[in-house]
């Protein structure tokens, strides 16, 4: 079964609204890490943002934060403001401590396009 | 902020030639490194673990002795596709991490390898 579960392949958002890329996920370990990264079409990685496990806040940097929902086991990354730059791959990504070995799981990507 | 720099940033070779890449983290010492094939539009694929001083860990179904990863420092590992053919041209990318499972991964800016 997957463990990350990103379900919109692509996504269009107008310059300057806000946009949510949806990430679920699956684990029976207590102790976890979801992360959200950024691919720009020349091809890095860039780290967005982390929400732990324990964490009761959602976090938030910038213009970016995390709608994290325990129960139901969601994560969405929430984007405002969008800017043109923002345009990118997004990736889900959940590191699980106790049983995967620190190894990280990543989501099959949201493709983001911000329109002018 | 923590740097991975991955060398080189595209390569070009001929069918049966082997191709080495090479992923350094500048200002940190990685407890592990990870090695990830990603094709166009598609998430990234974890190929293998690898921890300084051990044998890398493959994931199923990929080849290791056609994927040779040595790790030979906290700062250093390399990735040696052998004997590579047309089908092994793919975007290669490493990420780095230390600490526990709220560490972010820091990726290297990936290498893309085209094999004629």
């Known amino acids: 079964a997957q463990k990350i579960t990103q379900t919109q392949p692509g996504m269009f958002v107008q310059e300057k609204e806000a946009v949510t890329l949806d990430c679920t996920y699956d684990?029976?370990?207590?102790?976890?890490?979801l992360f959200w990264y950024k691919q720009p079409s020349s091809g890095e990685m860039i780290f967005l943002i982390y929400?732990?496990?324990?964490?009761?806040q959602n976090a938030t940097e910038g213009r970016y934060s995390l709608n994290f929902q325990k129960a139901r086991k969601s994560a969405n990354l929430v984007i405002s403001a969008s800017q043109l730059g923002d345009s990118a791959m997004y990736f889900c990504?959940?590191?699980?401590?106790?049983?995967?070995?620190?190894?990280?799981?990543f989501g099959d990507g949201t493709t983001l396009t911000v329109k002018p | 902020g923590a740097v991975v720099s991955q060398h080189p940033s595209w390569v070009i070779c001929k069918s049966g030639t082997s191709v080495k890449i090479e992923c350094r983290s500048l200002?940190?010492?990685?407890?592990?490194m990870f090695w990830y094939r990603q094709f166009p539009k598609q998430s990234l694929m974890l190929m293998a673990t690898?921890?300084?001083?051990?044998?890398?860990?493959?994931e199923q179904g990929v080849e290791k002795d056609k994927f040779l990863i040595n790790h030979a420092s906290l700062t250093l590992s390399t990735l040696t596709v052998t004997s590579a053919h047309p089908e092994d041209s793919s975007f290669y990318i490493c990420?780095?991490?230390?600490?526990?499972?709220?560490?972010?991964?820091?990726f290297g800016n990936g290498t893309r390898l085209t094999v004629t």
């Open positions: 990420s780095a991490v230390w600490g526990a499972y709220n560490s972010p991964l820091h």
């Open positions: 684990t029976s370990d207590q102790s976890y890490g």
């Open positions: 929400q732990g496990s324990y964490d009761e």
């Open positions: 990504a959940m590191r699980e401590w106790d049983t995967n070995a620190g190894k990280s799981t």
């Open positions: 200002d940190f010492q990685a407890t592990t």
């Open positions: 690898s921890n300084e001083g051990s044998k890398a860990t493959y």
